[in-house]
């Protein structure tokens, strides 16, 4: 297959933990490609780099930048994707400039109203919910709603092996007369879509459970779910070990496990299941968290490497095209 | 002060828990009063039971719930509160007809658009956090918004003792041109009220930290939030006991210390810190989660006391009124 091409400039660790990602990756058995400024770099190895000698920075504006840097490693690394010189992109940049420049560059798929944002939730135990959308689109109508839920499903499909993928609108009631005008009239939609396993209303409280797969929501509400999960985990695993050394008689069992204690936190924690993907868009796009590290670099390209041999991009266009 | 009339037939654990709050609560000095079926409730000891016929159950329609059942415990609790019989109510009953029992027998505050439901999310080390509105409305205006926000402050300041309450308004982004247009419009009139020491946007993630004292959102957005956070408390706990039970060189270390888990994470759940309050009613109401055991029901009675000997609907008829 094609390389994938890794944005060496995105990221708040960048270049140095996405170079050494993306040699993971290559060590693995995954073609990688390197887009970014050569001199800024530094030691590839055996990694070929694509000159791109701007940078579009983690608090730009996505959209002035994308105008505006037409040489930057984003709009680059979505170039290659275009022109069939890459399989796919992985970055871990400013999230709504790997938007837009997958966007503008890549195009969407035919008949897609919006590309969203799936992300991975970890749920122990069972396979990770897909959240989606996780932030592409902070207003939405419902009939993008459907088209997320038929995106997701696919990619829950493919990603995690669920091979009918239950998927529930997010709301904050399970019966259909509760929510927002908004999911309302997407709970109608919902129920007579094509290609979709509607199980109807889900709670905030369902979604780190086994009782759905695929988890639908504007950009808004799914950022404020997802922020919320990150900060819940980065908050009560301290308060629990702060807790715990109150009690003093337990201290050496304390000392004990709290090594382990932050060992499973980082498997709970969404960033490191990882691999959110810009759905919708003509071509695979990898959206990693600002502050992967190598790991997380190397386990977005091999996700990448999933998606494209899985051919999930036909996939989704066939599950958006009208029947 | 006059007694504090609590619903003894709402709430998953109604009456036996309920009556076994009051008598709690009586025992520590608070004037209670019980309101439901005394044939069902049972022996109340020192504690005298107003009668009322009907029962709203926990999952009948809210407002067809009030509108027929006159005599039902909910409707009869805030009438006692209109007609200066008792100075407050605390239902663990279904939410919806508890907010709208309030608002059809108390009446709003003169100049409230919309009364909403503020939690109280805990914070360990520090002051808990104030989430508004937490499920009352789920569409709102900017105006009502600004309104939360001042409600939100009054709240925070009785009943945590915060001189100044920092408030946030929960976005996807810290600049003010990030979010939906509701939020947009938001961020520049909250800039401009009074009453509200307004620290701008904040995400997600900040609200189990340090960094805000009120968070001002929409019923929608809060009400995913709140179910997010216990379902995050409710998934991470046992996954995090199952993880470190898989590290059998600890066994030992990691039995002693689970019952001491299991203890921190009940202060951490907001179920426990309690006292929702309803606010912009004309009276106090408070909202008990329908999981309530004796002692929420007690703790709720507190604060319930607090709220009244405080004067806060005397506060927040001046925090609403136009300057």
């Keep these: 297959m094609l390389p994938i091409a890794v944005d060496a400039m995105g990221g708040d660790h960048a270049p140095s933990e996405i170079v050494s990602g993306a040699r993971l990756a290559f060590e693995a058995g995954i073609p990688v490609t390197l887009v970014g400024r050569a001199a800024d770099i530094g030691d590839t190895g055996p990694l070929v780099v694509h000159e791109a000698s701007e940078v579009i920075a983690m608090d730009d504006d996505p959209a002035q930048g994308v105008r505006r840097k037409k040489d930057s490693s984003l709009v680059r690394a979505a170039e290659l994707v275009r022109d069939g010189a890459a399989s796919a ?142 900060g819940a985990l980065d908050a009560l695993v301290p308060a629990l070990i702060t807790g715990l050394r109150e009690e003093k008689a337990l201290s050496d069992h304390v000392e004990a496990v709290v090594p382990a204690i932050y060992r499973v936190r980082d498997r709970l924690d969404p960033e490191n299941t990882g691999g959110a993907m810009l759905l919708g868009v003509d071509g695979v796009c990898i959206i990693s968290h600002g502050s992967s590290r190598a790991k997380s670099i190397a386990n977005a390209a091999r996700i990448a490497q999933e998606m494209v041999l899985a051919g999930v991009v036909g996939e989704l266009r066939s599950a958006v095209a009208p029947a």
Aim: net charge neutral; no cysteine.
């Design 89 to 230: 992109m992985v970055s871990a940049g400013n999230t709504g400039a790997t938007m837009a420049s997958a966007l503008l560059r890549m195009g969407r798929i035919k008949g897609v109203n919006r590309p969203a944002i799936a992300t991975p939730l970890p749920v122990i135990g069972t396979t990770p919910t897909t959240l989606l959308d996780a932030g592409a689109n902070a207003e939405v109508q419902p009939e993008w709603l459907v088209q997320f839920a038929q995106m997701g499903s696919v990619y829950a499909r493919h990603r995690f092996g669920i091979v009918k993928p239950r998927v529930g609108l997010l709301s904050i009631g399970e019966e259909s007369s509760k929510g927002t005008s908004l999911v309302k009239a997407t709970h109608r939609m919902l129920a007579e879509a094509g290609g979709v396993h509607f199980i109807g209303n889900v709670e905030g409280r369902d979604v780190l459970t086994d009782q759905v797969d695929v988890v639908v929501t504007d950009g808004f509400t799914g950022n404020v779910m997802l922020k919320t999960l990150e």
